[in-house]
């Protein structure tokens, strides 16, 4: 069977429990949260959402509880809802993140991109950004799904395009914040290097990743990799997160039938190996941006209050970042 079709809204973790049971610790987690003052939060806490997070966290609702009230904390502090248009116009002029005309075969969302087009040094600006554009994403999903894909263009990019920080921070916010939304990541003409990183497993993998990134950066200077300083790059994806990692390669015949198998080639950018001369233009993507904030009735002021406090707050300001070690994925006992 085809690994797109494997995938679905629910998770494996989801078939040692009966509706009922999982409706019971929805239940059993929402009281464990206690009542909620701010509406946002309010609207962001359905039972589809405790329910994703309950999914993340294998239904253990001690685990579970954690890991929401500190996204809970993340939101109020962040204000992900009153995002608009005119407060990241900058950090989209390129490109660098978009949501896709088209959608995959599952009918779910597609955002694109692309961190070899990097405009801004700014990194609290860049993962505004990225927090808008999954808010987006997410509000055009259809009733039927929950996930979307990522495809992500290594085009232009270097090792200097995305700082560490900035690419833990996105991996935080979408595991930690954004749990059981990504359904598929597609890494399209990536350094080769990374794949050899993804399948080295166990003792290896902190090794090989701390050496060869430090080759690739610095491959004529001697450097002491068992320095402190040096011990930067570890794994910080969960284990559910890493299966769904596809590497495609534009001259791979083979990698090249995953995108065929998930995108209508017809519909897919012709720079992913799609029929699809179109790509992104920044005004009619702007327009199209606006008129989802009208949907969202989250049109501000870029410098209003709520505008500032958003903009200031870190995934790491005031919030105790889940360990992903707490999501040990163990089907829960039923019975």
């Known amino acids: 069977m085809s690994f797109l079709f494997k995938s679905s809204n629910g998770s494996t973790a989801d078939k040692g429990l009966t509706l009922e049971e999982q409706q019971e610790r929805i239940n059993e987690l929402r009281?464990?949260?206690?009542?909620?003052?701010?509406?946002?939060?309010?609207?962001?806490?359905?039972?589809?959402?405790?329910?994703?997070?309950?999914?993340?966290?294998?239904?253990?609702?001690?685990?579970?509880?954690?890991?929401?009230?500190?996204?809970?904390?993340?939101?109020?502090?962040?204000?992900?809802?009153?995002?608009?248009?005119?407060?990241?116009?900058?950090?989209?002029?390129?490109?660098?993140?978009?949501?896709?005309?088209?959608?995959?075969?599952?009918?779910?969302?597609?955002?694109?991109?692309?961190?070899?087009?990097?405009?801004?040094?700014?990194?609290?600006g860049q993962i505004k950004y990225l927090v808008y554009s999954l808010e987006k994403a997410i509000m055009n999903l259809t009733d039927d799904q929950e996930k979307m894909v990522w495809l992500t263009d290594f085009q232009s990019w270097t090792l200097g395009s995305t700082p560490l920080k900035v690419t833990r921070e996105t991996v935080n916010v979408l595991q930690d914040c954004y749990p059981e939304r990504l359904g598929l990541a597609i890494l399209y003409n990536p350094p080769r290097i990374f794949e050899s990183f993804w399948r080295c497993r166990n003792g290896c993998y902190h090794d090989v990743v701390k050496v060869s990134v430090f080759r690739i950066s610095a491959p004529n200077q001697a450097v002491d990799f068992g320095s402190s300083e040096n011990n930067v790059v570890k794994p910080f994806l969960d284990q559910e997160t890493r299966k769904k990692v596809k590497f495609v390669y534009s001259n791979d015949k083979e990698s090249q039938k995953i995108m065929a198998e998930v995108f209508d080639m017809d519909q897919l950018d012709s720079a992913f190996g799609g029929n699809n001369p179109a790509g992104f233009e920044y005004n009619s993507y702007a327009d199209q941006m606006r008129d989802d904030d009208k949907k969202m009735g989250s049109l501000h002021s870029s410098n209003s209050a709520d505008s500032d406090a958003s903009s200031e707050a870190s995934f790491y300001s005031g919030t105790d970042s889940p360990k992903h070690g707490d999501g040990e994925h163990n089907v829960p006992k039923t019975g």
């Open 31 to 124: 009281k464990d949260l206690g009542e909620q003052s701010s509406e946002a939060i309010k609207g962001f806490l359905s039972d589809e959402s405790l329910s994703r997070f309950l999914r993340a966290r294998n239904w253990n609702v001690q685990k579970a509880s954690k890991m929401l009230k500190a996204a809970v904390k993340w939101r109020l502090a962040f204000k992900p809802e009153t995002i608009c248009w005119e407060d990241i116009s900058e950090e989209a002029e390129t490109g660098k993140i978009y949501r896709a005309d088209y959608k995959d075969k599952l009918g779910r969302t597609v955002l694109v991109l692309r961190p070899g087009l990097e405009n801004t040094t700014s990194g609290t």
